[in-house]
């Protein structure tokens, strides 16, 4: 069984030709029909996401191709991605729209109308270039989540420290602008989703901090919050760093964050 994600409550996984969409509150299942039997999600990296809670598509990548199936039909739309066969490492959903990274940390927009289409995004990178970015949905914003590397020291270990920045499609090319008051829940496993939450203080959080749930081999702990500006333990980067690492072994699952299916109405 292979992992492809967690979205709106639903874990998603496929074996060969068959899917399966798992809630984790409830372990209600929902079985899409086959797959295409090329579809490479088993063999190759593969990452899935639902484009809202459970009566809108749900789309799964290979580095080929998206595959689409609306819930309650019978079939797979299949959708050809051209970027050069670079695996996609995270996707979210922005007011309706679809944005990807690729290994290659390129950022694109998917578009479904008038026809299938993949823009890719031009940023000007203002003094830095992301190095392990997640993209984070909040609001009416879209914000990038970077490990930076912020100082070098003379016996050879570097220094991390994780910025945050608002991408700004509105500007050609879009530019990057630091925010604050924030708390962000991001997991090493860019198949998983990512959250944010203003003024976290109400719940006894913290803002400017990032909450990161670790690989479930960590024996020490399932999470780690770090706030922003200040150095990452080099134990804390050596786990962040795992999406990184080549060749990437994706039978690794991180600890998530997840809303169960209830907040969103269903399950």
């Known amino acids: 069984m292979r992992y492809l994600g967690c979205s709106y409550g639903y874990l998603i996984l496929s074996y060969t030709e068959h899917c399966f969409l798992t809630d984790v509150y409830t372990a209600t299942k929902v079985k899409p029909p086959k797959l295409p039997r090329n579809n490479k999600l088993w ?3 593969g990452i899935g996401v639902l484009m809202a809670p459970l009566n809108s598509p749900l789309l799964l990548c290979s580095k080929s191709s998206m595959l689409e ?3 309650g039909t019978d079939c797979w739309s299949e959708h050809h991605l051209a970027l050069g066969h670079e695996n996609i490492r995270q996707i979210v959903i922005f007011k309706g729209d679809i944005f990807v990274i690729d290994y290659l940390m390129r950022i694109h927009a998917v578009h479904f109308t008038p026809q299938f289409s993949v823009q ?3 940023f000007m990178w203002e003094s830095f270039f992301p190095i392990n970015p997640w993209l984070v949905s909040c609001a009416d914003m879209l914000l990038m989540v970077d490990l930076s590397v912020s100082s070098f020291h003379w016996h050879g270990i570097y220094s991390h420290t994780f910025d ?5 499609l509105a ?3 879009a530019k990057f602008v630091k ?3 924030y708390a962000l829940f991001i997991s090493l496993d860019k198949r998983n989703p990512t959250f944010s939450c203003m003024s976290p203080e109400r719940w006894g959080g913290k803002s400017n901090c990032i909450y990161a749930a670790k690989l479930l081999e960590d024996p020490d702990e399932s999470w780690v919050a770090v706030e922003l500006g200040q150095p990452v333990q080099e134990k804390t980067v050596q786990y962040l760093f795992y999406g990184r690492a080549y060749p990437c072994d994706y039978s690794l699952v991180s600890s998530l964050w997840v809303f169960p299916s209830l ?3 269903f399950g």
């Open 171 to 173: 500007v050609e090319p």
């Open 69 to 71: 199936w609306q819930v």
């Open 179 to 181: 925010l604050e008051n």
């Open 164 to 168: 945050v920045f608002r991408v700004d």
């Open 120 to 122: 890719e995004l031009e």
């Open 263 to 265: 907040i969103y109405g």
């Open 43 to 45: 063999r190759f990296y």
